[in-house]
């Protein structure tokens, strides 16, 4: 028997005896375990009702010590029956409820944690819990803690974590005040969008579709529901984990759904403590004019929506064929679509009545779904019947080829991925590897010292780019020239740059780039990609400002009064 194995039953003591003296706890199993060879797991009982603890939490206690504890790292390693499980998370959201049980009302609190609190950022899992046991003041949100002698529960397929009044929570790491948010105040579906937690909302039922996923585990399927709420300041995806019995054109209040982020869209989660009823507001739009108010621009398209209304002009249009992995041969259809704020592509997988001879065609496309697609949204058609051609164009003919929405650049940095954008500012640096490189055969990287980081020594493929960064003053991006682009700029095919570079040199061929563009003011016009690891805009032109630096500086003294 070690000293730990008594530390760790004292503990069990205090949490139930707050008030006894830590040092006669211990001399309690001590002496139990010298008189009469009793371990601290035998005397544990009876150490308990020494201290004056009721027999109820007597029993509850003991049944929590006596199972064998399962200590984890991952929830992956979690099956649906374990239980006294130790596990280090972090708390993402606490939020306390009162909820009634068997006719009595409890203090009971949900949320999300997730595992592995100091592993790499981005490989954790998520998952909800449930604390029976009013540990409110270790469950800080953002704080890390040791959940010691909890449970997995599983409901349709989705597990779970209990957190039981036996059950002991330890803060390794301290984090924000408890937060305890109302969910039972409704707010807009545009404020939701920018909210995590749990959330209140009133919307009308845009879209209902009943759909069976294959659960992760292989065990089986599920039935979940999917669909769509709006109200007057926007629209939200749902999937509904419950019973779901509701019409579309439904007027609904949502209590207390969670806001989980599919790809960059947020989305409720309705599962079996959110409450769903019908909702009765005489002055409430209907599913005509929140339909109409509910269609997006194509500036306004985020990765991972549903059920998604757009009205556009088809620029290009064209059917390919493929195999598949299982070796089938598929045919899909896609092709350019713009409209007054911006482009994207758009993709069917069922023969639409589009014709390219016809082009430009206005379309209205409804119940879609938006995917990336080299980091910019593209729209995704599974049916014929979500398209239909409008006979009436719903705006002037645009001229693809000369249409570039203007953006400012502090916008584009902090907004999401954009295609068909202008912007402006100053360019502050010209990187080396500009110019000339080699790209592997295989994969397209970038070769360093004739070698591919994947492929090896490889007989690189000649390419050329331009490498730049933009800086408005307030904010920057790097900009990237591909070969067709660079050419155009440059006015130099590859060979004349290839050869410029052979007779004078890549040092020679950098500093002039930098002698003719460091301080100009520029607009670039083509894609922006927006990660974490910043704002890249992948120009297809680039137009230096004809103003001279000396007539800009005088032009900006002169705006704001500046006198030298």
């Known amino acids: 028997m070690t000293a730990d194995e008594i530390d760790d039953y004292v503990k069990r003591v205090l949490e139930q005896a707050k008030d006894a003296d830590p040092v006669k706890v211990r001399e309690e199993f001590e002496k139990y375990l010298e008189d009469f060879l009793l371990p601290p797991k035998d005397s544990f009982r009876s150490v308990l009702r020494r201290f004056e603890v009721s027999e109820e939490k007597v029993q509850s206690a003991a049944r929590t010590a006596y199972k064998e504890t399962k200590k984890v790292d991952r929830f992956a390693e979690l ?10 998370v972090k708390v993402v959201t606490y939020v ?38 009013e540990h409110a003041e270790n469950m800080a949100p953002g704080s890390v803690v040791r959940m010691e002698g909890v449970s997995v529960n599983e409901w349709k397929g989705k597990k779970s974590i209990n957190i039981n009044r036996s059950s002991r929570i330890v803060v390794l790491e301290e984090g924000g005040p408890a937060v305890s948010l109302a969910t039972s105040d409704p707010i807009t579906i545009e404020e939701a969008w920018k909210r995590d937690g749990f959330v209140t909302i009133v919307g009308r039922l845009m879209a209902v579709n009943a759909q069976t996923i294959s659960k992760k585990d292989g065990s089986g399927d599920l039935d979940i529901i999917k669909g769509k709420v709006a109200d007057s300041s ?58 109409s108010a509910s269609r997006l621009e194509i500036s306004s398209l985020t990765d991972g929506s549903r059920d998604v209304s757009v009205v556009a002009q088809i620029v290009e249009w064209a059917e390919r064929n493929f195999t598949n992995s299982d070796g089938e041969e598929k045919t899909l259809w896609g092709g350019e679509i713009i409209d007054p704020t911006g482009r994207c592509r758009m993709t069917a997988w069922e023969k639409v009545p589009i014709n ?15 995917r990336a697609w080299q980091g910019t949204p593209d729209i995704t058609i599974d049916r014929a019947d979500q398209v239909e051609i409008l006979k009436t164009p719903p705006w002037d003919e645009i001229d693809a080829s000369n249409h570039w ?22 360019i502050v640096s010209v990187r080396s590897d500009s110019g000339i490189i080699h790209r592997c055969p295989e994969c397209r990287r970038v070769l360093r010292e004739h070698a591919c980081a994947d492929h090896g020594h490889v007989e690189g493929v000649k390419d050329m780019r331009l490498r730049l960064v933009i800086d408005n003053g307030s904010f920057s991006a790097s900009v990237l020239l591909n070969r067709a682009s660079s050419e155009a700029y440059l006015g130099k095919d590859i060979d004349q740059v290839t050869s410029q570079i052979d007779n004078f040199g890549a040092e020679v061929f950098v500093e002039d780039l930098r002698t003719e563009l460091l301080g100009k003011s520029v607009t670039a016009r083509g894609r922006c990609l927006v990660d974490e690891q ?12 004809d103003v001279a630096p000396a007539e800009g500086a005088k032009a900006v003294r002169a705006k704001w009064g500046v006198a030298i």
């Open 96 to 133: 306390s409820r009162i909820q009634t049980v068997r006719g009595e009302e409890k203090q009971i609190a949900f949320g999300w944690i997730e595992d592995t609190p100091y592993g790499e950022s981005g490989k954790s899992e998520r998952w909800d819990f449930k604390d029976w046991g």
């Open 356 to 370: 390219a001879d016809d082009l430009p065609v206005y379309v209205s496309v409804s119940g879609v779904r938006v």
């Open 79 to 88: 099956g649906s029956e374990d239980s006294n499980v130790t596990i280090d």
């Open 534 to 545: 910043g704002a890249m805009f992948l120009a297809s032109e680039l137009e230096t400002s």
């Open 234 to 291: 926007g629209a939200i995806g749902f999937v509904s984990w419950s019973d779901f019995d509701h019409e579309v054109g439904t007027l609904i209040r949502i209590e207390g759904a969670s806001i989980r982020r599919f790809r960059d869209t947020p989305e409720l989660n309705i599962g079996d403590q959110t409450k769903v009823e019908v909702f009765h507001d005489s002055n409430f739009a209907d599913a005509v004019q929140l339909e």
């Open 405 to 426: 929405v203007a953006h400012d650049l502090s916008t584009l940095v902090h907004g999401g991925s954009v295609n068909g954008v202008e912007t402006s500012g100053c």
